[in-house]
């Protein structure tokens, strides 16, 4: 059965930081791409970020580029994403994504608030 449970969600002040983690079961983790996305309240899902199956390539939405890092432990079968500097307008539900082909799988999705 596959799963991407996706953790590290919180309320955090503006200017502070939250580390992401997605952590990915039943299918074989390294062959995947992997992204994140988010979704704002009444706004559609957007694309953040992607890294590569074996990790070397990586690429990031304009407003994130410099405050967000996607990362991967293919030994750990988990993404992370590190968001720095975060801002009121990062509030958002954030799903991570698994992509092989013709295959894409998404998780449940974590609540990152940034408010004061």
């Known amino acids: 059965q596959v799963q991407l449970v996706e953790s590290g969600g919180g309320l955090v002040q503006p200017g502070g930081s939250l580390r992401l983690s997605c952590a990915a079961s039943?299918?074989?983790?390294?062959?995947?791409?992997m992204s994140w996305y988010r979704q704002a309240p009444g706004k559609e899902r957007e694309w953040v970020a992607t890294?590569?199956?074996?990790?070397?390539?990586?690429t990031y939405a304009d407003s994130m580029k410099g405050r967000f890092t996607i990362s991967r432990d293919n030994a750990k079968n988990t993404v992370y994403l590190q968001m720095n500097s975060l801002k009121p307008e990062d509030t958002a539900i954030y799903y991570c994504?698994?992509?092989?082909?013709?295959?894409?799988?998404w998780g449940q999705g974590t609540q990152v608030t940034v408010s004061s």
């Open positions: 994504n698994a992509r092989f082909i013709q295959s894409a799988y």
């Open positions: 039943g299918f074989t983790f390294s062959r995947y791409a």
């Open positions: 890294i590569s199956s074996v990790g070397g390539t990586t």
